[in-house]
């Protein structure tokens, strides 16, 4: 199976701008700026996504995206800040292999727009609230 490209800049194939790397994690800016400091954070080991990735890789990809949160807002000025984790294509996702987008927030317009819709009309939500839950 072809790599993927988070696969081949862990492996040192492609460069990136490397914000930090441990033995499981690598943490490198976005090619494609959103925002300034747009960071991805991503698993060294090969997994397609947040949801199929094992608990312990998962949490420790996260500590990595909260301290670069957390240095957006106090050293780049940022007064917000997106950590978004697209799963599947059908939620945005285009490079298979999981990663964490750390995105700065800064109040400009034209950063990014994530609208979320009212889309409850005619959902039964006491109905679906138990589906979920009686699964978890
Ligand atoms: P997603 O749409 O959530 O799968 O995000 C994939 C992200 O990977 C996009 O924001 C791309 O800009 C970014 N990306 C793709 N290739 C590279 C690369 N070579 N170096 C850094 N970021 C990349």
Redesign the pocket.
């Known amino acids: 199976m072809e790599k993927d ?2 696969c ?2 862990i492996d040192g194939e ?4 490397k914000l930090y790397e441990d033995d499981d994690v690598l943490a ?5 700026q ?1 925002t300034k400091g ?1 960071a ?1 954070v991503v698993s060294k080991k090969h997994f397609d996504n947040f949801l199929t990735t094992p608990q312990e890789i998962m949490h420790k990809v996260m500590d990595v995206a909260q301290r670069i949160g957390q240095v957006d807002i106090k050293l780049l000025g940022a007064r917000g800040v997106n950590i ?3 799963c599947y294509p059908e ?7 999981f ?1 964490v ?1 750390v995105i700065p927030r800064y109040g400009n317009v034209n950063e990014i727009e994530i609208t979320m819709k009212n889309n409850s009309e005619g959902l039964n939500l006491p109905v679906l609230a138990k589906e979920i839950k009686d699964n978890l």
Do not use: E, K, Y
């Open positions: 490209i988070f081949r800049i492609i460069p990136c701008h490198f800016l976005d090619i494609s959103v747009h991805l978004l984790a697209n939620a945005g996702q285009t490079v298979m292999h990663h987008h």
